[in-house]
């Protein structure tokens, strides 16, 4: 599939950058990186990239899931190169091994997708201080300092850009309550990515930030503290899209050198709604959500 095919839809939020080189984003023949490869998202990524990319390199804590995959990428693309690595984001241990990793193997990044992300469904008073910690070392440090790891290692001119996406979430655009602390981590993802879209672009460094709204990935599995517990999910049906239509979709803005998006017509029109909507009236909304959370057996 060439770049040029993605198709794209939800990219009408946030407009382009002030000064913005006109020539799109070419995603074919980089070596990319991508955090969390073993399941949803980060999967899917490595999926539709397989078919542009040079080299990809997966990350993810799960060998097994990382092996599998890397095998499937391979079959049908025989030139392409997959390098596997075995880390724990979370950990500056585990950061450390990726970039060893990168660096003894020689390896020039050009593209950084960085999906990491996890969350916990649930009263933040009742939360497990783990739980608590690996969100934010998960979502905020662990895809900051990767960031600035890779500007470390990228070379750039006019004629070879480099590429960043961040993977954010609809929850950036309203604070959640019962998914606080993810909500949170995911308003400072969209915040530093904007704000990254503008100071890189002289250095001929793109930086896409996706906003997805729900889609099926493990992510609820594990964001659920216990099969009997779960969050108010209504309208979740309204803005679900599946897991390859948010992939191509950040492609595709990626490629059209987009600083935001949210992938799908509806999830793009939550998030002005949200956004937009006096305070007062959305902690009104988010009241009565909780409420009727709290309220089930
Ligand atoms: N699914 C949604 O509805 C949704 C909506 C909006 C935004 N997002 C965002 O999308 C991104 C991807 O999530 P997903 O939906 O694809 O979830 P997922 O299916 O649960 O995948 C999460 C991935 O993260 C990896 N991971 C978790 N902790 C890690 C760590 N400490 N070190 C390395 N890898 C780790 C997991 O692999 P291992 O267990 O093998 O490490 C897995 O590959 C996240 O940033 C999430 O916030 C998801």
């Not at 937009?276 to 409420?291: E, Q, T, V, Y």
Request: charged residues 20%; aromatic residues 4%.
């Amino acid at each position: 599939m060439e770049s040029s095919a993605i198709t794209h839809s939800g990219d009408r939020m946030r407009g382009r950058l002030p000064i913005r080189p006109s020539a799109r984003f070419e995603i074919a023949g980089r070596t990319t990186i991508i955090t969390d490869a073993s399941s949803g998202l980060g999967a899917e990524f490595a999926r539709q990239l397989s078919l542009h990319a040079a080299c990809l390199v997966l990350v993810a804590r799960s060998e097994e899931a990382l092996q599998k995959l890397g095998d499937e990428l391979k079959k049908g693309h025989t030139t392409l190169q997959v390098i596997i690595i075995v880390a724990d984001l979370a950990t500056d241990a585990g950061r450390a091994l990726l970039w060893e990793k990168v660096d003894s193997l020689e390896i020039k990044p050009s593209l950084l997708i960085n999906n990491a992300g996890l969350g916990d469904y649930g009263a933040f008073a009742e939360a497990d201080p783990a739980r608590i910690r690996a969100q934010i070392d998960v979502n905020i440090t662990a895809l900051t300092l990767i960031t600035h790891s890779f500007l470390a290692r990228v070379q750039t001119s006019a004629e070879k850009p480099a590429g960043i996406i961040h993977i954010s979430s609809l929850a950036s655009a309203l604070p959640i309550p019962d998914l606080a602390v993810y909500a949170a981590t995911k308003a400072y993802v969209t915040s530093f990515s904007e704000a990254l879209t503008l100071e890189l672009a002289e250095r001929n460094i793109q930086v896409t930030c996706v906003c997805p709204g729900p889609t099926p990935t493990h992510f609820g599995a594990t964001a659920q503290r216990s099969p009997d517990k779960d969050i108010d999910r209504t309208g979740q049906d309204l803005l679900r899209i599946p897991p390859q239509r948010v992939v191509t979709e950040a492609l595709n803005a990626l490629t059209r050198r987009k600083a935001c998006i949210f992938p799908s017509k509806r999830v793009t029109l939550a998030a002005f709604l949200f956004q937009k909507m006096p305070r007062p009236l959305l902690r009104f909304i988010n009241h009565l959500r909780l409420a009727k959370s709290r309220a089930k057996p």
